[in-house]
T-cell receptor
């Protein structure tokens, strides 16, 4: 159990276009989802936290108008990279939180590799 | 900012135990120690977590010192598939801003045949 999926697994887009990445919790409901970004040979950087039905909370330095997050249901969160540029090329990873037995567990998706040309 | 310190890399022979250290000297009383690992080009995978007692599951053992300022993740019989970056993270268990998992630089464990 506790599986998180992402779609697509990889995407190539042209500079100036927008790209939407989906994150789904397949077998549990996640009131909170997180989005991370990872550049080559670097660690994961938290971009934003999203709670179902409310606006996302962005980390310092992350442009909320560029990285649009929608968490419309307990099993789906989307990240839209608007007007993408080559410097947005990165590995985007989502994570979903599961509260179980008094414990707060966080599970990660497989990631989406975005390449902007 | 990450609250942990880990060696950047370690080697381990296949079949031997891998012992990965982590320092978290500023850990507070309600924070847990979590371990995740990330195999190349994949999302992080949860391994284990603990508060103050030693913990064991099917993947690994977690040994936390009595003063809770450091811990060691033990993979009892490392295989080539255990080659990954291992992240030690301290985090509160429930509620609020302390729920965020903030990743440091981790330890790249290379299991050698």
């Amino acid at each position: 159990g506790a599986v998180v999926s992402q779609h697509p697994s990889w995407v190539i887009c042209k500079s100036g276009t927008s790209v939407k990445i989906e994150c789904r919790s397949l077998d549990f409901q996640a009131t909170t989802m997180f989005w991370y970004r990872q550049f080559p040979k670097q660690s994961l950087m938290l971009m934003a936290t999203s709670n179902e039905g409310s606006k996302a909370t962005y980390e310092q330095g992350v442009e909320k108008d560029k990285f649009l997050i929608n968490h419309a249901s307990l099993t789906l969160s989307t990240l839209t990279v608007t007007s993408a540029h080559p410097e947005d090329s990165s590995f985007y990873i989502c994570s979903a939180a599961l509260v179980r037995g008094g414990s707060y567990e966080q599970y990660f998706g497989p990631g989406t590799r975005l390449t902007v040309t | 900012d990450a609250k942990t310190t880990q060696p950047p890399s370690m080697d381990c022979a296949e079949g031997r135990a891998a012992n990965l250290p982590c320092n978290h000297s500023t850990i507070s009383g309600n924070e847990y120690v979590y371990w995740y690992r990330q195999i190349h080009s994949q999302g992080p995978q949860y391994i284990i977590h603990g508060l103050k007692n030693n913990e064991t599951n099917e993947m690994a053992s977690l040994i936390i010192t009595e003063d809770r300022k450091s811990s060691t993740l033990i993979l009892p019989h490392a295989t080539l598939r255990d080659t990954a970056v291992y992240y030690c993270i301290v985090r509160g268990l429930l509620g609020g801003a302390t729920n965020k998992l903030i990743f440091g630089t981790g330890t790249l464990l290379a299991v050698q045949p």
